[in-house]
């Protein structure tokens, strides 16, 4: 097969939806329960149920694989290159603005929270953890539900564990060297440190930003929609997701209960929101037809633009222009999606697989093209 065919044929892992790491009984189940859904006989391609086959054929082999995992690999790190030319010293000393477009990315190591693994993992561009903290090793790195992790200063890093109500920091050797006071927190769900030092929190139905000594700085919960049927209309935020500086010194909030992702100055004024609507009011579609589900994540890309992901990928301008959006991942749950450069955007998802749920890791450019993907946790249904 030569270079330009190799580019040309999906990842054969993917293809199966197995872990590079996954043993062959897996591979058989795999191969088997596809092939029962996509074989001519059922309905399926021809050109399909090839790609099954040769996909099976290499894996199941053991030196086939080997030679295949090597060819993997080279092309995987010559790709990751373009994410990780200028990110050696990115987080050596204090916080840049730009450090936290994407605060998960580090040198060619990403970080993701592993939920139902209740772990905090650090992934090589091989697929390999680096790095784990929690998961069941030791009782004192219990995490019950993870839902954000992201690099700080000195390699150290910020954990969300909503199930524990904390918000904390730990280093390399998994030394814990801040926590916020719990009694302050509320299941948060999101946390970002700012190149002030100071941290913006997301928990139950607010945005907090707290000093080291966990003293509130600044906060929001909602505003008032103005008299509807001569009584003041209280919009809280409901459900929000996560909080995200701008970089006009405004915040970008996911309102997911209220079905729509705002841009807010620290006095609480709304300067942008996404569906464009005079006012959110949660249940009702009278401002205009825009119908939405609720978004998961949100942020601007510059002063412009925003990235907004609900059950798709999307990036639109500050009047509304679609520049480009993804929505290949069906049946999926995208937690969040960060830009890297004009073409590359790193996702995180749990994914519905015919044989149960898939959490991975994915780059793809704006063609859609998956350039790596990795399974870094697995709920087997098979």
């Known amino acids: 097969m030569t270079e330009k065919q190799n580019q040309q044929k999906p ?8 872990h590079p790491k996954a043993d062959n009984e897996i591979i058989k189940k795999a191969y088997y329960t596809i092939m029962h859904q996509i074989h001519p006989d059922k ?21 086939k694989r080997e030679q295949y995992d090597k060819e993997r690999a080279s092309n995987l790190k010559q790709k990751i290159k373009i994410l990780t030319s200028n990110a050696e010293n990115k987080h050596t000393g204090s916080l840049q603005e730009e450090d936290i477009k994407c605060p998960v990315l580090l040198s060619n190591q990403v970080l ?10 650090i992934l090589n561009n091989s697929g390999d953890i680096t790095w784990q903290y929690g998961g069941g090793e030791f009782p004192d790195e219990k995490l019950i539900k993870p839902k954000f992790a992201s ?45 002030s030092g100071n941290t913006l929190v997301t928990d139950n139905q607010r945005v907090i930003e707290i000093d080291s000594e966990s003293k509130i700085i600044w906060q929001y919960t909602g505003k008032s929609a103005g008299d509807l049927l001569k009584k003041k209309i209280d919009i809280s935020l409901f459900r929000p997701l996560s909080a995200f500086p701008s970089n006009n010194g405004n915040v970008i909030i996911t309102d997911s209960g209220n079905k729509c992702i705002i841009e807010i100055t620290k006095k609480g004024k709304i300067v942008w929101q996404y569906p464009p609507k005079k006012f959110i009011l949660w249940g009702t579609e009278k401002e205009n037809e825009i119908v939405t589900i609720g978004f998961n994540f949100g942020y601007s890309v510059d002063k412009n633009n925003y990235i907004i992901v609900s059950d798709k990928i999307m990036e639109i301008t500050n009047n509304y222009k679609f520049l480009w959006e993804y929505d290949k991942l069906h049946d999926s749950d995208i937690h969040w999606a960060f830009k890297i450069d004009n073409n590359l955007v790193l996702i995180d998802s749990i994914h519905l697989v015919r044989r149960g749920l898939n959490q991975e890791i994915m780059l793809i450019d704006k063609n859609g093209k998956t350039i790596w993907r990795y399974y870094y946790s697995q709920a087997r249904i098979i």
């Open 43 to 63: 309905g399926g391609s021809e050109e399909q149920t090839k790609l099954i086959n040769y996909a099976y054929e290499v894996l199941i082999d053991k030196v």
């Open 151 to 195: 690099f700080l200063k000195h390699h150290k890093i910020l954990i969300v564990d909503e199930g524990n109500n904390r918000i904390f920091e730990v280093n390399h050797e998994k030394k814990i060297t801040w926590s916020c006071n719990e009694h302050l927190l509320n299941k948060p769900v999101f946390a970002l440190r700012l190149p």
């Open 112 to 121: 993701v929270a592993d939920e139902r693994g209740r772990r905090i993992l």
């Open 11 to 18: 990842d054969l892992y993917e293809l199966l939806q197995v």
